[in-house]
């Protein structure tokens, strides 16, 4: 499978403690993208980086939220300090670069504060 | 205002008519258009892709973009009951390279 790839696909942690997600992005793709998708919402974007450059990040993105692509290839978001707040599926996506932008989402990290 | 604003739906329709899904923003230096089918519990796939204004085909699908109004839309021919999700809107805007969604509209296609 080429496609995007994430780990784990659920995490159930208990308030005040960190997580970690992983992302593989297409093989190819330079570009790489974290958004954060709550229940009956549409996702919203967290940070993005090309290569292993981060070139922006949301102001959604608290001092709790650290992400890294260290070699420009998978990336990690960490989130510490868990809250009840950050409970939702956190969605990572790849591309190419270049007109038209199109991102490819992989299958997702659900996420769960207890 | 919402930067992308889709109707939440439900929009329903029998099987084999078709679907449009409506979709308007804000920002006018937006560069690129997305629609994105997500099933319940699953991520966005991507389905179709628009820059030009006009009309771009490719199978059932057809989006179309006006720019002049700010509107973007997706038919879906020939619906089908698999055709049920949420279908997620999405713009690049030109001076960046992340995706704004709308909340999505939900489609059922009923047998």
């Known amino acids: 499978d080429t496609g995007v790839s994430q780990d784990p696909r659920h995490k159930i942690t208990k308030r005040g403690q960190n997580v970690t997600f992983r992302c593989d992005p297409i093989?190819?793709?330079?570009?790489l993208y974290w958004y954060r998708q709550t229940l009956g919402q549409g996702p919203e974007f967290l940070t993005y980086f090309q290569n292993e450059a981060q070139l922006e990040k949301s102001r959604l993105l608290s001092d709790r939220f650290s992400a890294e692509r260290p070699k420009g290839s998978f990336s990690t978001l960490e989130i510490q300090r868990t809250e009840q707040g950050d409970s939702a599926m956190y969605l990572c996506?790849?591309?190419?670069?270049?007109?038209?932008?199109?991102?490819?989402f992989g299958p997702g990290t659900r996420l769960t504060v207890t | 205002q919402k930067e992308v604003e889709q109707n939440s739906g439900p929009l329903s329709v029998p099987e084999g008519a078709i679907a449009s899904l409506n979709c308007t923003y804000s920002?006018?230096?937006?560069?690129?258009f997305f629609w994105y089918r997500q099933y319940s519990g699953k991520s966005p796939e991507l389905i179709m892709f628009i820059y030009s204004n006009g009309d771009k085909e490719d199978g059932r699908f057809t989006a179309q973009l006006n720019k002049a109004s700010q509107y973007v839309s997706l038919l879906i021919r020939d619906s089908q009951p698999s055709d049920s999700a949420t279908y997620l809107c999405?713009?690049?805007?030109?001076?960046?390279?992340?995706?704004?969604f709308g909340g999505g509209t939900r489609l059922m296609v009923k047998p």
């Open positions: 996506a790849s591309s190419s670069g270049g007109m038209p932008y199109e991102q490819y």
């Open positions: 920002d006018r230096g937006s560069q690129s």
């Open positions: 093989s190819e793709h330079n570009r």
């Open positions: 999405a713009v690049i805007k030109w001076a960046g390279n992340m995706l704004t």
